[in-house]
């Protein structure tokens, strides 16, 4: 389901990279990088650069791999394993973006990074079920809840990235149709990243 997650999210913005599989870590190959006191988390992406170049690593929790492994299709994840998706979906998401930026040589920050996830997470479910937007767009930025144990500097990195996603995705319900929404998507993808939060932002405000 990773690949397929990832080759939806390729062909929304008209990109490629690497198969994630081969960055897959397990759990006790994150506590190798981050150390014992990392608090629990369904999903990581870690980059660290070495001598040879930077290293990246997917993490995402084995029983939501398990649970999406279990469906054939994307549309059946979303319905039935809507979590799971989500957080799969947020790792490919980081991964993709983070390849893309380094092909581009220009910077990413952590909370671009958060935004795009949520963003994506969105304009999955809407595709495939669009009579579900307001749904989607409840659960995604209404009903959520943050995991616990998060610093103050990550709540208010979250709670940014849910209020910049959510409009953006709000302003989305606009677009006439798929062709429309498809295209507005690539632009936003190669935007710059001070044009994707500036615009994010005025939509905001």
């Not at 930077?54 to 995402?60: A, E, F, N, R, S």
């Not at 929790?61 to 299709?73: I, M, S, V, Y």
């Not at 995991?147 to 990195?157: I, V, W």
């Not at 989305?172 to 936003?188: D, I, V, Y």
Request: charge should be negative; glycine fraction near 4%.
């Amino acid at each position: 389901m990773l690949t397929t997650i990832q080759a939806q999210l390729e062909a929304i913005y008209r990109i490629a990279a690497p198969d994630i599989r081969q960055f897959l870590i397990d759990a006790e190959q994150i506590t190798e990088v981050l150390g014992e006191e990392i608090r629990p988390s369904d999903e990581w992406v870690v980059v660290r650069e070495g001598p040879e170049g930077v290293d990246v690593g997917v993490y995402i929790a084995p029983h939501f791999l398990e649970r999406l492994n279990a469906h054939d299709h994307p549309a059946d994840a979303i319905g039935s394993a809507f979590r799971a998706f989500c957080t799969a979906t947020e790792g490919v998401s980081h991964f993709m973006m983070l390849f893309d930026r380094a092909c581009r040589q220009e910077p990413v920050s952590m909370l671009e990074l958060e935004v795009q996830a949520e963003v994506d997470k969105f304009v999955c479910a809407r595709l495939h079920y669009p009579e579900r937007q307001t749904e989607w767009w409840t659960r995604l930025f209404r009903d959520a809840r943050l995991a616990d144990g998060l610093s103050e500097e990550e709540l208010d990195r979250y709670k940014e990235a849910a209020r910049l996603a959510g409009a953006f995705c709000s302003s989305l319900s606009e677009t006439p149709h798929t062709g429309a929404l498809l295209e507005l998507l690539r632009q936003f993808w190669r935007d710059s990243g001070a044009q994707r939060m500036e615009r994010m932002r005025r939509l905001a405000a």
